[in-house]
């Protein structure tokens, strides 16, 4: 039996050899925009990968830390942070126009999302440049929606709460961290097992594979089976 229908989305852009599959695959991919992976040649590839499959894009901005993937939290002060990502969102946003690509989302990356979720002034970053650079888009982050919830909803951006279907949860339902022991899902089956259980729930609006897991390809062809078609 199906779940019922959720987005699928894929964070994409991020390796030299993603399968363009995945992009068939997603009915949204978040592309990565400079600040952890990413240039606009990458950004380019994406789009035009999503824009042939009929996939939905959205961008997918970090904090400014190639180094480390964007995956730790940097103490950079919120006028500094702001900056940064709108000059990521302005970049992939003329490369999209260039190819008559829409817009339809922001994702922050890795360390930035859960920062957003717990911080106003990270948040407010976060909204402010996005609606400053990508005008009304959705804003998308934790189920729990904390901070970026709140100031998404004030600036008027729609917010749709995420779960992973590739990655281990603890019992209190927050993610294994990332480097611990079964922080990643790598079995496909396992993975669409989650995704139905995520998809049968109310406060789920999409659910998230990573283009940059082993395995990507066959987690998100046996999740997109679980999931049925594409919406």
Avoid: W
């Amino acid at each position: 039996m199906r779940a019922a229908a959720k987005d699928l989305n894929v964070d994409a852009g991020e390796l030299e050899d993603e399968p363009a599959e995945l992009y068939a695959l997603a009915d949204l991919v978040h592309v990565a925009c400079g600040g952890h992976a990413g240039d606009e040649a990458t950004m380019a590839r994406a789009l035009t990968r999503a824009a042939r499959a009929g996939t939905r894009a959205g961008a997918h901005p970090s904090y400014q830390d190639r180094a480390g993937f964007g995956r730790v939290r940097l103490d950079v002060e919120t006028a500094t942070l702001r900056r940064q990502l709108e000059a990521q969102l302005r970049t992939i946003r003329r490369v999209a126009d260039g190819l008559g690509v829409p817009l339809v989302s922001m994702k922050p990356h890795g360390a930035l999302y859960h920062a957003a979720s717990l911080d106003r002034a990270i948040a407010e970053a976060c909204v402010d440049a996005t609606a400053t650079t990508l005008g009304i888009v959705d804003v998308v982050g934790p189920t729990g929606g904390g901070a970026l919830r709140d100031v998404a909803e004030a600036r008027g951006l729609p917010y749709r709460r995420e779960a992973f279907a590739d990655r281990g949860v603890l019992p209190d339902g927050s993610l294994v961290p990332r480097g611990e022991p079964g922080a990643l899902v790598h079995d496909p089956p396992i993975a669409a097992h989650r995704a139905r259980e995520l998809a049968a729930r109310d406060d789920v609006d999409t659910i998230c594979l990573h283009g940059d897991t082993d395995g990507a390809l066959a987690i998100a062809r046996a999740v997109r089976a679980a999931l049925g078609p594409r919406t």
